[in-house]
């Protein structure tokens, strides 16, 4: 017989949103089960930057001081575009820090008692037992795992997300390198964003440290292929990115193999977050699997750690809150108006983020000069002339 277990709270997928989630959970009493499909914590990709609101978050799950020695601060960055032999500097005084994505993965993982999180765990079926009031998973092993409150965190492909009808992310015409380079030696890059544009390639630098540092090249031409061999990734961002400066081409070449990755951008439509359903009985979404958006505002991890802080809040308010009823269905009761409560403040904040994310994947993306002017009027008349005033946003406490 396949072997069964209930637990009161499942978060489904152990990268940032679901460990975040357990950990907030753990800072306030309330254990959960993270089942992760990797037969080890997932920390592959290079790294992603940390904006103020995304550090708050971290405060609040008390791990900041940890991950801020592990990064250098690029607060008073300068943000340099250069084309031909134009060169323009911005700054702006806003927190921000490039951060391994390993080092938050395991930080959040390190803080986590061993028992929460259950590697090689692959959901391959979710269904709904109405008279126990749970939702079942089935795994891959054949276990069953039944669970009172159900969190899908599993990203761009959640199978939480298609229980709950959402629509499918959509894709820009644009594709993402992304990598990670050490320099043994040290680099001389300072503590500034290095923009590079041609019109072809976008290429961003982001130093995490003084001897390693975090690249993207936004690509406009469709790679022809399979670019999920890391090599011929490589090989062809060279090939886009032939004519920049001899440091920028030198930063993709010696980059680290494991980190490098070529992939579309994928992003779910503002519309879809205005009026869709977030949640079903128990059962909602965060991080990606809610709003995966494009790298365009740098705000995808930061919102992740967003929901982590809301979620833990409004299930630590249901679950804790003195009560005389006692039933399964009152706890089941409470649960449900807590993620109503979850998904309406996540709303607007999300959609002004996926707006902004969607208006400037557009302006990158389209050839159309009309649109462009559009979109520019957009951006202007509703995110003004700071476009960093979506780091300003404060999630509050857990």
């Known amino acids: 017989m396949a072997r069964e277990e209930v637990h009161d709270i499942v978060i489904v997928g152990g990268g940032i949103s679901g460990l975040a989630l357990s950990l907030g959970l753990h800072r306030k009493g309330i254990k959960s089960l993270v089942l992760e499909r990797s037969k080890v914590l997932r920390s592959e ?3 992603i930057g940390v904006h103020g609101n995304g550090w708050h978050a971290l405060d609040q799950l008390k791990i900041d001081t940890d991950l801020r020695k592990c990064s250098i601060p690029l607060t008073g960055m300068h943000y340099e575009y250069l084309k031909k032999d134009d060169k323009n500097v911005k700054t702006y005084r806003r927190e921000l820090r490039c951060l391994r994505r390993k080092d938050l993965i395991e930080t959040l993982a390190r803080y986590l008692p061993a028992e929460q999180i259950r590697f090689g765990c692959m959901v391959t079926s979710l269904d709904f037992d109405h008279r126990a009031n749970l939702h079942v998973l089935t795994t891959r092993d054949g276990a069953i795992i039944k669970a009172k409150v159900l ?13 709950l009808q959402l629509s499918p992310p959509k ?7 992304r990598g990670f380079a050490t320099y043994p030696d040290g680099h001389n890059f300072g503590n500034h964003f290095l923009r590079y544009a041609t019109e072809k390639v976008i290429y961003g630098r982001l130093p995490i440290d003084d001897k390693n540092v975090h690249f993207f090249v936004t690509l406009f031409d469709a790679p022809a292929g399979d670019m999920s061999d890391p090599e011929v990734a490589r090989e062809f961002t060279l090939e886009q990115l032939k004519g920049a400066p001899s440091e920028i081409m030198e930063s993709v070449r010696i980059c680290d193999m494991e980190t490098l990755s070529l992939k579309q951008a994928a992003y779910r439509s503002p519309w879809a977050i205005y009026h869709q ?6 059962m909602t979404v965060a991080g990606d699997a809610m709003h995966i958006m494009g790298p365009f ?8 750690l967003e929901d982590a802080v809301v979620l833990t809040r409004c299930l630590s308010n249901a679950i804790n809150a003195p009560t005389n009823a006692s039933s399964d269905e009152k706890w089941t009761e409470r649960v449900g108006e807590a993620l109503d409560l979850y998904v309406k403040e996540r709303r607007p904040r999300l959609l002004r983020l996926t707006v902004q994310s969607y208006l400037v994947g557009t302006l990158l993306s389209t050839k159309s000069w009309l649109v462009k002017l559009v979109v520019i009027f957009l951006l202007s008349v509703f995110f003004g002339g700071n476009n960093l005033n979506h780091a300003l946003y404060d999630c509050g406490t857990i």
Do not use: H
Not at 171 to 177: A, C, E, H, Q, S
Not at 277 to 282: I, L
């Open 45 to 47: 990709g290079a790294a």
């Open 151 to 163: 969190v899908g965190c599993e990203g761009l492909n959640s199978m939480v997300a298609k229980t």
């Open 171 to 177: 894709f820009f015409p644009i594709w993402i390198t």
């Open 277 to 282: 359903n977030f949640r079903k009985g128990t």
């Open 297 to 304: 505002i740098g705000q995808g991890g930061s919102a992740a």
